[in-house]
């Protein structure tokens, strides 16, 4: 059974990549542990400019300045202290982890100036990283900031990026832009090797005791992956770029719907993060059954034969399976309003 396949120009020994995630990637034991379950790739966490940047702390200091006076603002911003490693750690993990594993390590940068995103993009490949990823976490508040500005930010980043390394670079997107699809392809025209679909908002929750805004990490579901399966599948054969698909990916059966949506590779985390390092062993197993029991001999055979490549308008497809989803419905037999009060406050 063949699992290779292509992510950048990088040759994988299956789509099976970790992605991004603080708590595993942090350790280099976890990474080699990650390759012996048969990880093709490790996304490394993030490293964030605010870690490194003096500029950080002086804005620590007037964000806080003045937060004494009122109760419900003590917490409100991140003491600098809950970052994570800065960039000579960071710099050096790569290097143990290049020294360690055989597999390929893809760095993830997440910068807030277009001179940090190049300067920091730049000693990521002298530590000998394979591949880059622009992790660009950007949620606009300013009001009269359009979104003609925001793309142009996005594309400038890309591009100062591309002109420093010869890496592959792939940038992770949200799925907020009023049109994705001339998002995606303005991107691929600027160089972008691959589009990481989707980046998650990480949304705080507010303690009403308490009075504070607190971090909630929900780790994804399989409905999660319904999003980045419909746009890779828009967007595959349309946009000169490799695609992962990440978010809900917990068994083998999900790599399937991704590779067969167009995806190159399917990253991992909250599976892991669920049932730990070895839970890819089992995610393996149950792709190569299913490729068996279905008669395909290698996962290229399916890469992108469910995607709309061939559709002469997807916009009209996509139309028709949302019209089809409302009237094909079946409701479930009314429950009392008592018991689905219950049910209520259970999934709350």
């Not at 770029?241 to 083998?252: E, L, M, R, W």
């Amino acid at each position: 059974m063949n699992l290779t396949t292509t992510y950048m120009g990088l040759e994988l020994l299956s789509p099976l990549v970790v992605g991004a995630a603080a708590p595993l990637t942090e350790d280099i034991d976890n990474i080699k542990r990650m390759e012996d379950a048969g990880a093709a790739a490790v996304v490394l966490h993030s490293l964030f400019e605010e870690q490194i940047e003096q500029e950080m702390f002086t804005m620590h200091h007037h964000l806080q300045q003045g937060t004494e006076s009122y109760a419900e603002a003590l917490t409100y911003f991140p003491e600098p202290e809950i970052f994570h490693v800065g960039p000579a750690l960071y710099l050096e993990h790569i290097r143990k982890a290049k020294e360690r594993v055989n597999i390929p390590i893809i760095a993830s940068l997440n910068g807030s100036t277009l001179g940090g995103w190049t300067n920091y993009a730049r000693q990521i490949e002298q530590a000998g990283a394979d591949a880059l990823e622009l992790n660009i976490y950007n949620i606009p508040t300013e009001i009269h900031l359009t979104g003609e500005a925001i793309e142009q930010q996005y594309l400038d980043i890309l591009k100062a990026v591309k002109a420093v390394v010869t890496i592959p670079v792939a940038v992770k997107l949200s799925p907020y832009f009023t049109n994705l699809a001339n998002m995606a392809d303005r991107l691929a025209l600027e160089g972008a090797d691959a589009l990481v679909l989707f980046n998650r908002f990480y949304q705080p929750d507010i303690d009403v005791e308490e009075l504070e805004v607190r971090p909630n990490v929900l780790l994804s579901t399989p409905q999660a992956m319904r999003l980045p399966m419909r746009w890779i599948a828009i967007l595959y054969g349309r946009i000169a770029a490799d695609f992962a698909a990440t978010s809900g990916i917990q068994k083998g059966v999900d790599v399937v719907r991704m590779l067969m949506a167009g995806a190159k590779v399917t990253m991992i985390v909250s599976a892991l993060l669920r049932h730990g390092i070895n839970h890819l062993l089992e995610i393996e197993q149950e792709l190569r059954q299913w490729m068996q029991e279905h008669d395909y001999t290698s996962v290229r055979e399916m890469q992108g034969i469910m995607s709309q490549c061939y559709c002469p308008n997807p916009s009209e497809f996509e139309r028709v399976q949302y019209m089809k989803a409302i009237q094909t419905y079946i409701p479930k037999p009314p429950v009392l309003a008592e018991t689905a009060y219950v049910v209520y406050q259970q999934e709350d």
